[in-house]
């Protein structure tokens, strides 16, 4: 492999251009904080501004995380200067270069990465973005010189394509990854054309960040979008936020470790830039050391595990509607969980309501049991499609209830390799992507040039993008279906 070496631009401008001057910087920064390294962190949320503002509280996060048990750091940061839906893109380098030194892409993550269908190489979004690479000296100096990263920078989600690029990507974690969520919190002020209020302002921006923190740290994915839309918040990092919550463990704790303000620092009540650091505390690995399940990941499931798992899906968005409690928890395992329910597989939820769609969402990569996977996708087919409002009580006797159990996705060559009615297809091309289960083109009467028209639509391409430079994955599924 060819050294493509990327020179960090931030030096001189975000951080001290020489080593001995960046060391000592990040030294002074680190003073009297307490270091008790965790052992268990498994993701990090730190702020991003030049290190004369939100320093002490990355140097904080870092300080706090024992870096022996990682093989790499995973730096997802929001980009400020490129409009990317529903991508991420990853620079092709194999190292980069601060003052600290060199340190080493782990390049056959980045390979593994590239085959999903959300991630993208665009040179001009890594320009200019300090969001990622500024947490590079600060991994150096607080953790280890020599800890191989993957830097990525975040573009715009919506709602479903989060949902499913974050299961895909969780996919790729193990327990030796350390996920880095680059994020600072409300920019306040006239310069940022956010000013919600005047008056005691430090106590109003504190009350703002972490009632917006708070709904993280409860793993609220929804609700945490929901309040940065509702109150206008300018979390730049709320793409790569949103991205963590997304993928966080069952098992997964959230600690704040601090909060500052640059108002605060520099007595300014006209400006302000808020900082979060916080710790997250799991185990990515944990849904596949769970399952000792002894059904292969193609293999189909007993008519008796399909039954129960209906029942599951059934028995969970009737809860959500008596209690109002729409997230899926980590909670209690059904009363019969057999080796087929604890089979670890991607699934989607439909819902349909007298022959119409009224909600449907899941997750692609096998990841996890499929009676979690079944549990969250039918709260968020019933609450949390975002083409839909939720379902209400008086609807739920006319809604039937589909599965789609699937098998892991796999490329191919060319589109005139997908098989109408068996396959499942994920068109990706320039950063966008769609996807369409097994039983869409029969119920609709597509043929396979059709079908591809519709998914390029649904991508958001021009309806003849399938037929050059698109990649493919295909899946398979069993579908199963309620008893009228």
């Not at 899906?313 to 909670?331: D, H, K, M, N």
């Not at 996807?435 to 958001?460: C, D, M, N, Y």
């Amino acid at each position: 492999m060819v050294k493509k070496v990327m020179v960090s631009p931030l030096a001189g401008q975000w951080y001290p251009s020489g080593e001995r001057a960046l060391r000592e910087d990040i030294a002074e920064r680190s003073q009297g904080i307490t270091v008790v390294r965790k052992k268990n962190v498994c993701a990090a949320v730190v702020p991003h501004a030049g290190y004369r503002y939100s320093g002490r509280v990355a140097a904080g996060v870092y300080l706090r995380i024992d870096p022996t048990r990682f093989a790499r750091v995973v730096v997802m940061g929001p980009s400020h200067y490129v409009s990317m839906r529903n991508q991420v893109s990853v620079p092709d380098a194999t190292h980069f270069l601060t003052p600290l030194g060199e340190l080493r892409v782990d390049t056959d993550f980045v390979a593994r990465m590239r085959k999903l269908p959300f991630v993208t190489c665009r040179p001009e979004a890594h320009a200019r973005e300090h969001s990622d690479q500024i947490q590079l000296p600060l991994i150096q100096a607080c953790l280890s010189t020599n800890l191989p990263v993957v830097c990525v920078v975040c573009g715009q989600f919506d709602a479903a394509n989060l949902l499913s690029a974050a299961a895909s990507f969780k996919g790729l974690l193990d327990d030796r990854t350390l996920v880095v969520a680059s994020s600072d919190f409300t920019h306040y002020g006239a310069n940022y054309g956010y000013v919600p209020f005047n008056k005691d302002v430090f106590k109003n921006l504190e009350n703002l960040d972490l009632g917006i923190f708070d709904l993280f740290s409860h793993k609220d994915v929804a609700g945490f979008m929901k309040r940065l839309d509702e109150t206008g918040a300018t979390v730049c990092g709320r793409d790569p936020l949103a991205f963590l919550l997304a993928m966080m463990p069952e098992d997964a704790k959230v600690e704040r470790t601090a909060y500052e303000t640059s108002g605060q620092m520099l007595n300014d009540t006209h400006n302000s830039v808020s900082y979060i650091g916080a710790l997250v505390t799991g185990t990515w690995g944990s849904a596949a050391k769970e399952s000792k399940s002894m059904v292969k990941n193609d293999e189909m499931l007993s008519e008796e595990d399909c039954t129960r798992l209906l029942s599951l899906a059934r028995e969970t968005i009737t809860q959500a509607l008596r209690t109002g409690a729409t997230q899926a928890v980590s909670g209690s395992e059904p009363k019969e969980l057999t080796e087929g329910m604890k089979a670890v597989r991607g699934g989607f939820v439909t819902l349909n309501k007298r022959g119409d769609l009224r909600g449907c969402i899941g997750e692609i990569a096998p990841r996890r049991e499929i009676w979690k996977v079944v549990r969250e996708q039918a709260l968020n087919a019933a609450f949390h499609d975002p083409r839909f409002s939720p379902v209400q009580k008086e609807e739920l006797g006319e809604i039937s209830i589909e599965i789609s159990i699937l098998t892991p996705p796999r490329p191919v060559g060319s589109w005139q390799d997908i098989v109408i009615g068996k396959h499942g297809m994920v068109l990706s091309k320039g950063g966008r992507s769609a996807v369409f289960l097994p039983q869409v083109a029969p119920e609709q009467g597509w043929g396979i040039e059709e079908t591809l028209t519709h998914l390029s639509r649904k991508a958001g391409l021009p309806q003849d993008a399938w037929r050059s430079g698109a990649d493919y994955l295909v899946f398979e599924a069993q579908v199963i279906h309620e008893k009228k």
